[in-house]
């Protein structure tokens, strides 16, 4: 706990340079960066951490050159998508998919950068910085982990068959897919990412851990919002200054949830998370509606992962059972 606490502490330190003497505009893009590596850095260890924040960089900047081009967008997340789901035939799909993750954010909601002088930052700079601000905020994630968890003992994922992999990639590509093309041609600029996240986070190539994870995520989530709106309340009852404590217990939920995600049931792990998400990306008085908001997009995300998850089984059984109908049936 006290290493995960130095991490998520000194994580901020590239986003507090860049508001004193960057762009102030760019902080959150820096905590974007970071947020992929550091869950690499948990989950698999500081070397492939490494080469998460590097993916993560190159797609976030490859978004960020199109911004408002919904088809390409949803093109791009799909891919990555695929590519994370196929990797599951090597165990290694869930570092990969925090790369779609932090680029659908790019894509459906693409950051607001403006320049000290209050002008907004367009192209060609405009996918340059977005691409740095991703890159520092990955790398310095990633150093943070080789100083502090190289002796962190972290669980191991099976390999799955090939056709299993395959499946699991298709409904990934065409879930997330759709899922950002409606968000960022209908509803740019939304929470719809965290529909994409879902979706990613939730689908599984076992069907057994996809319910379980489903279970846990809506819980989670439903429990986490819960905790952030009483905090929100409680901030306006007694009146204290939001900024700061939205900051601080930001920060400690997010420390929590860090040290809950190898060795807790992944309930806890989206319970803590929850509130440090709303409260550390809210601003002024709109904490409530982000609450709702991630519960709502949480719900449908799930939903979508566990439809295009069946879809896409139901239509392999049927192929495998056309092919060869004896090794199904027996």
């Known amino acids: 706990m006290p290493r995960v606490a130095a991490i998520v502490a000194l994580l901020a330190a590239p986003a507090v340079l860049a508001q ?22 948990v989950v698999v260890g500081p070397r492939r951490a490494w080469q998460i924040a590097l993916a993560a960089a190159a797609s976030g900047t490859v978004a960020a050159s199109f911004t408002g081009n919904a088809w390409l967008g ?6 990555l998508a695929g590519y994370a789901g196929y990797s599951a ?30 002008q907004s930052i367009k192209d060609p700079s405009y996918a340059g910085i977005v691409g740095i601000a991703l890159l520092i905020g990955g790398c310095w994630a990633a150093l943070l ?8 003992q972290r669980a191991v994922t099976e390999p799955v068959l090939e056709s299993v992999a395959t499946g699991y990639a298709i409904a990934l590509a065409a879930s997330t897919g759709i899922a950002t093309f409606v968000a960022a041609y209908f509803f740019p600029g939304s929470t719809g990412a965290w529909v994409v996240l879902t ?3 939730v689908m599984k190539p076992k069907a057994t851990d996809m319910w379980r994870t489903a279970r846990h995520r809506v819980g989670g ?34 420390t929590l949830a860090l040290s809950f995600l190898q060795v807790r049931p992944y309930w806890q792990f989206v319970t803590f998370l929850t509130p ?13 509606d982000l609450d709702a908001q991630r519960v709502a997009m949480t719900v449908i995300g799930t939903l979508l992962a566990l439809t295009f998850a069946v879809i896409v089984r139901e239509i392999n059984f049927k192929r495998r059972r056309v092919e060869s109908p004896t090794s199904v049936t027996h």
Do not use: C, M
């Open 20 to 41: 004193q003497f960057w762009l102030p505009s760019s902080a959150g893009v820096f905590i974007l960066g970071s947020l992929p590596a550091t869950i690499a850095v």
């Open 74 to 79: 949803a093109l791009l997340i799909a891919s």
């Open 89 to 118: 035939r090597y165990g290694n799909q869930s570092p990969v998919l925090f790369v779609p993750i932090v680029t659908s954010f790019i894509v459906i909601s693409p950051p607001d950068l403006v320049d000290r002088a209050g």
């Open 145 to 152: 982990g080789h100083a502090f968890t190289r002796d962190f």
């Open 199 to 201: 979706i990613l986070l």
């Open 221 to 254: 989530t439903l429990l986490g919002a819960v905790v952030a709106a009483v905090l929100v309340l409680t901030f306006d009852g007694l009146d204290l200054p939001r900024t700061t404590w939205e900051l601080v217990l930001g920060a400690i939920f997010l």
């Open 276 to 288: 440090a998400i709303i409260l550390l990306k809210s601003s002024g008085q709109d904490e409530l």
